[in-house]
């Protein structure tokens, strides 16, 4: 990712109460509703990112935590009233199946970790008001020309689409990244 520095001034780059997951999708947030352009470039250098390898050796729960945590309460803090009262029932709807079926996939520690995300938020509901009036303050852009920005929406089918598109792409980087190892690795006596 790369950042102007004026797109940071005032803001720390990261929330530190995101911890993980989220975090950089919360920046790109702050910085849209700020006025600034966050885009995707295909032309710069391939970047291949082992995805996972920090989570991998956390605990499932944690992560599940932090994940609907930290959506949850961008969410919240970011978008506009009206947004706000047409995405919570849903956010809180998509939330509460996605924890059942944790839990009827036989991971309850994970289904429990997942609803404490949402209750964290419910916790903290009046700092999450202050943090809603000062974001309203510095503001430069709607909801609704920071979703024209940003693309539609995606059904459920578009993002298993995209999902699987985004898993060959990884994987035909990493086996060209292991196939340039390989042959640095044989070249050397």
């Known amino acids: 990712m790369w950042l102007r520095r004026e797109a940071l001034s005032g803001a720390s780059p990261f929330d530190e109460d995101a911890f993980a997951y989220f975090e950089e999708s919360d920046l790109c947030w702050r910085l849209w ?4 352009t966050v885009c995707y470039d295909n032309q710069l250098p391939t970047v291949v990112h082992d995805i996972g390898q920090t989570s991998s050796r956390l605990p499932r729960e944690l992560c599940q935590f932090h994940s609907f945590k930290n959506r ?3 969410v919240l ?3 506009e009233r009206r947004t706000l ?5 849903r956010h809180i709807a998509w939330c509460l199946v996605i924890a059942a079926g944790l839990a009827i996939q036989g991971h309850p520690r ?3 970790a997942a609803m404490r995300g949402l209750i964290w938020n419910a916790r903290r509901a009046s700092l999450i008001v202050q943090e809603r009036r000062r974001i309203r303050a510095a503001r430069a852009i709607s909801d609704q020309e920071l979703f024209a920005q940003v693309g539609t929406t995606l059904s459920l089918r578009d993002l298993r689409r995209q999902t699987a598109q985004g898993d060959d792409a990884e994987m035909r980087a990493r086996a060209a990244l292991l196939t340039t190892e390989q042959t640095r690795a044989d070249s050397y006596p």
Do not use: C, D, E, N
């Open 72 to 74: 949850f309460r961008a």
């Open 85 to 89: 009262l047409s995405m919570f029932p």
């Open 33 to 36: 509703l700020r006025g600034w």
């Open 110 to 112: 994970q289904s429990v």
């Open 77 to 79: 803090r970011y978008t």
